[in-house]
């Protein structure tokens, strides 16, 4: 998304949750879990993916935010993953809460769900912090990034003709406003 604002062209990304046992493990990797315990923060994992597609049915900016809003909780301030905080970031992403809950029932994000496992199981993606990079103008053909960094995103954009890593990297620090320059290529980041 910090990409998305130094470049002076259209970029749409779209975040797939990925859940697989190797999420599960990575989970619990202080510890020797037993299977009741994997089962756990799986359905943990489950239900919070749920409630990220259930937001999304609100809308992408609302989904968007309240993935956000949910990460920020639970990786910069540790809290613990759970049903009172989905309904917390639901509420501050000003989802309507009733349709919420219900859709975090639903067979649609179920099947939403499983589309998304379809597509990273086709893409080949199996950690969480990789990304598929499209640039839409010049092929079909996605490139897979592995542990994504914001200068590994800087020197795909390189590579692409999109922009130069250095002017990326200078631009990082000044508002995306200030940025000026023709039209590049329409990237696609899944």
């Given amino acids: 998304m910090k990409l998305a604002d130094h470049l002076n062209q259209k970029v749409s990304f779209q975040f797939v949750p990925l859940l ?50 949910l990460q920020s909780a639970v990786i910069t301030r540790h809290e613990a993953l759970s049903e009172d905080l989905t309904l917390q970031a639901a509420r501050d992403c000003r989802l309507d809460l009733e349709m919420f809950q219900e859709d975090c029932q639903s067979d649609l994000a179920k099947q939403a769900f499983q589309t998304d496992q379809k597509l990273a199981a086709e893409m080949k993606i199996e950690h969480s912090s990789s990304a598929v990079i499209f640039n839409c103008d010049v092929s079909q053909y996605g490139l897979l990034l592995n542990d994504v960094t914001y200068e590994a995103l800087c020197d795909v954009c390189e590579n692409q003709g999109v922009a130069t890593k250095a002017s990326l990297m200078r631009e990082l620090d000044q508002p995306a406003a200030a940025l000026v320059g023709d039209h590049r290529p329409n990237l696609h980041v899944l």
């Fill in 20 to 69: 697989n046992q190797q999420i599960v493990e990575q989970a619990l990797a202080s510890s020797h879990p037993t299977l009741e315990q994997r089962n756990a923060c799986f359905d943990t994992y489950y239900q919070a993916v749920l409630a990220y597609k259930a937001a999304l049915f609100q809308g992408k900016r609302k989904g968007r935010q309240f993935l956000l809003n």
